[in-house]
């Protein structure tokens, strides 16, 4: 009832206020007239949005992303959207429809390579089997509807969803091929110094790369990742047979 609610009989006056103020022109207002006029919903038009647009509506205005949402990492679901400074540069050369120029990516190269940190006791591989279900895994900082229950597992790498990786499952296209990874570059240290700093920071190779920063942004532990290189580098692994 409206004298409960002190705050909204305000609000309804004063827009009752303002709808009469309004239409003072056309004379008094019949009593179902005045009732205060709700805001129409913008219809937008889906189909002249640029797909940037669509992303931005949805997001900010449709009202369907909780931006107050606490996420995995303690932070907020606005604070996953801030960008920082290689991701400003990155949408930046992604607008611009060029390619990213050498001195640019020379610099986030830079940047990314300054992230990363290394095993203490070196980088040895870990455990295939465990590799296999981090990289299989999608599971861990999906927030929205459903927000990701650390509680309930650890969270994988989600790589399978850009990479074809064992020829006993169906991956991703979006990035290039790994099945046979070990058996083709074989493991020396090099090679599994830029495959640890390939998975922990892919930028500090490829500037502007979709791949995600798994070590930078604590998606993946150190362990984890050590896991998954031996998915990849192990030659009982599938992805080597
Ligand atoms: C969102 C897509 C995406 C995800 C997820 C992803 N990658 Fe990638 N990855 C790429 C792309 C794209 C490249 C190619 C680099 C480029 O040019 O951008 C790449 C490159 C690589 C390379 C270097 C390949 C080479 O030829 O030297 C390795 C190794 C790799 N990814 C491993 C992984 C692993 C392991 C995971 C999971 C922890 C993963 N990627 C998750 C997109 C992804």
């Not at 296209?173 to 599994?192: C, F, N």
Request: charged residues 25%; proline residues 7%; contains cysteine.
């Amino acid at each position: 009832m409206l004298h409960k609610d002190p705050i909204a009989h305000a609000v309804a006056a004063a827009l009752l206020t303002l709808f009469a103020a309004g239409c003072t022109a056309t004379g008094p207002q019949k009593p179902e007239d005045a009732k205060p006029a709700q805001a129409a919903p913008a219809k937008p038009d889906y189909t002249k949005m640029t797909p940037r647009e669509l992303a931005e509506y949805l997001v900010f205005q449709s009202g369907s992303y909780d931006l107050a949402q606490p996420t995995q990492e303690g932070t907020t679901g606005r604070d996953r959207l801030t960008q920082d400074e290689v991701q400003k540069v990155c949408t930046e050369v992604a607008r611009s429809g060029k390619d990213i120029d050498d001195k640019t990516a020379e610099r986030i190269n830079k940047l990314s390579m300054a992230t990363i940190k290394y095993p203490e006791g070196g980088i040895k591989l870990g455990d295939w089997r465990k590799g296999r279900d981090i990289a299989w895994s999608g599971f861990g900082f999906r927030t929205a509807h459903n927000v990701d229950d650390h509680s309930r597992g650890a969270p994988g790498g989600n790589c399978y969803n850009c990479h074809q990786i064992g020829p006993d499952r169906t991956g991703g296209t979006i990035g290039p091929s790994l099945t046979g990874y070990g058996k083709i570059r074989g493991s020396s240290p090099e090679m599994l110094k830029y495959t640890y700093e390939v998975i922990y920071n892919p930028h500090a190779y490829f500037a502007c790369t979709q791949m995600p920063r798994s070590g930078a942004k604590g998606l993946l532990t150190q362990q984890q990742i050590l896991d998954v290189m031996a998915y990849l580098f192990d030659p009982e692994s599938p992805v080597n047979k």
